[in-house]
């Protein structure tokens, strides 16, 4: 599940394979509509949620509310049944498994950027001008651009979050702690640093 920026994206897998999925863009009602989606994937394919047996979220960066979204609805799962949280970064999400620099609105002229290769990030997730998001590109010549791009003047490409999400979920542990969970705020550690 995402919920962290434009997309709501919710994917039911079993055995390594996608039953079924949701994604769309624009909502900005992903709070509301979050978990009727997720209880109609899983209606219509004859389960429960007690079925479910892991969740893989995304952990932001991303919309202040948005990253708690799908965060509280991991936890409250957790709470209730024994099922395996999992997350990833919402950069790496739009990014999957391909050489990509990834962008999400940060808003203020801003974005949060990072880039990878086959899911693994080649630099620290960051805020930063869309001059130098931009400047990435020339760093990094032979990857795509993924994401909000239309914020940099490029034409977006469509993201298939939820097979991304499911991809890189492979190659990372079950949180230990799921109540101590917190979504990645880039913003407010930016903040501090300028205070300091």
Do not use: W
Request: with cysteine; proline share 4%.
């Amino acid at each position: 599940m995402d919920t962290s920026n434009q997309y709501l994206s919710v994917g039911l897998f079993k055995d390594g394979k996608m039953l079924d999925a949701y994604q769309k863009i624009g909502t900005k009602r992903q709070s509301e509509d979050a978990i009727p989606v997720l209880h109609s994937l899983i209606e219509r394919h004859d389960l429960s949620l007690r079925s479910v047996d892991e969740m893989i979220i995304t952990k932001g960066p991303g919309s202040y509310t948005g990253v708690r979204v799908a965060m509280t609805i991991a936890k409250t799962l957790a709470a209730i049944a024994p099922v395996k949280i999992k997350t990833v970064s919402s950069l790496a999400a739009y990014a999957g498994n391909k050489k990509a620099i990834s962008i999400i609105d940060a808003r203020s002229k801003k974005v949060f950027a990072c880039v990878y290769d086959q899911g693994k990030p080649l630099m620290e997730e960051m805020m930063c001008t869309y001059e130098e998001a931009l400047a990435l590109k020339q760093q990094y010549p032979d990857f795509s651009f993924v994401g909000q791009t239309s914020l940099l003047g490029v034409d977006p490409e469509e993201a298939d979050l939820c097979n991304n999400i499911y991809q890189l979920s492979l190659n990372v542990e079950a949180e230990e702690y799921v109540d101590a969970l917190t979504p990645t705020y880039i913003k407010n550690v930016e903040a501090k640093k300028a205070c300091i």
